[in-house]
């Protein structure tokens, strides 16, 4: 059963055509993973889903709701957690979640339960009263993802959850969220530029690049697609060593990308000292070779030409809002 569906679902902003027409179909209870780089439209399609930006057009529905015929009700049903930090650092952990929860109407004993539930499910019941700004970075995403499903939405949208964290605490949230995911039965709608996260987390993931959706599929089955070993090389003249592969029947396809050639083939093992005399016949010096298994890099590459490292650009973060304490 689709929990958000979307049809043509377009946003542009003068002239520039942020997301590009496209169809959508998340299922009930998975983790669906929003692949692609920086300036993607992965932060617009999520705006448009959490009824913060009309679609220029197209549609969409959450949870059964349209997004600009019934916004109140779609806001009612999800949680959002954006790339942008939200929390008062000048409030303890629990009194951020507790501001939120008030924002939601639960009542006084509702709130106080399930404060204690989800400091317990994201590991932060020791740390409740010290205030945020006493938080490390990983603390406090884990806090903002708390105060997401507080009030027990049937969709979680996270927006880079882990976008600036150290390899670690990454591999923490990652813990955190499929944790999430299976005990409280939501829904999470993840946007990410790591592969590594799409790939660990992701009941399927689709591939966007330049506002349009290029392949949507479980990991397993997107890498299926590539159907072959992959080589990488570093050589003297990749695109005469290109070339002259392109015309070889047992290569499948060559992507130049960088100072490297990835080679897709069947049983690399066999075909490296292959790919070397070839590269010795013509002259052409191989400074470095490797033979893996294709990953969602390769699929990515596949589709756009590029890896998703050469299109990343650096995000600039805001600091978060300042509000008076409250008691």
Known sequence: MAIIEARGLTKRFDGLMAVDHIDLDVEEG????????????????????????KPSEGEAKVCGYDVVKQP???????????????????????????FHARLYGLNRREREERIEEVLELVGLADRA?????????GMRRRLEI?????????????????????????????????????????TIFLTTHYLEEADKLSDRVAIIDNGKILAVDSPRKLKDMIGSDVI???????????????????????????????????IGETK???????????????????????????????FTGKTIREEAKPTIRRPPPRFRRWR
């Open 72 to 98: 109140d009700l779609v806001r009612r049903s999800i949680g959002v957690v954006f790339q942008e930090p939200a929390l008062d650092d000048q409030l303890t952990g629990r009194e951020n979640l507790d």
């Open 146 to 186: 708390a105060r997401g499903f507080i009030h027990h939405p049937r969709i979680l949208f996270l927006d880079e959850p882990t976008l600036g964290l150290d390899v670690q605490t990454r591999r923490a949230i990652w813990n955190y969220i499929m944790k999430l995911n299976k005990k409280e039965g939501i």
């Open 30 to 53: 998975e983790i669906f993973g929003f692949l692609g780089p920086n300036g993607a439209g992965k932060t617009t399609t999520i705006k448009m889903l959490t009824t913060l930006l």
């Open 232 to 266: 990488t090389l570093r050589c003297s003249e990749p695109n005469r060593l290109k070339n002259i592969l392109e015309s070889i029947s047992w290569v499948r396809d060559v992507k130049h990308h960088g100072e490297e050639l990835s080679i897709y083939v069947e």
């Open 129 to 137: 009263d010290e205030l945020v700004k006493n938080y490390s970075g």
């Open 272 to 302: 490296i000292p292959k790919i070397i005399k070839i590269a010795e016949e013509n002259g052409i010096r191989i400074s470095s070779i490797t033979l893996r298994e294709p990953t969602l890099e390769d699929v990515y590459l596949n």
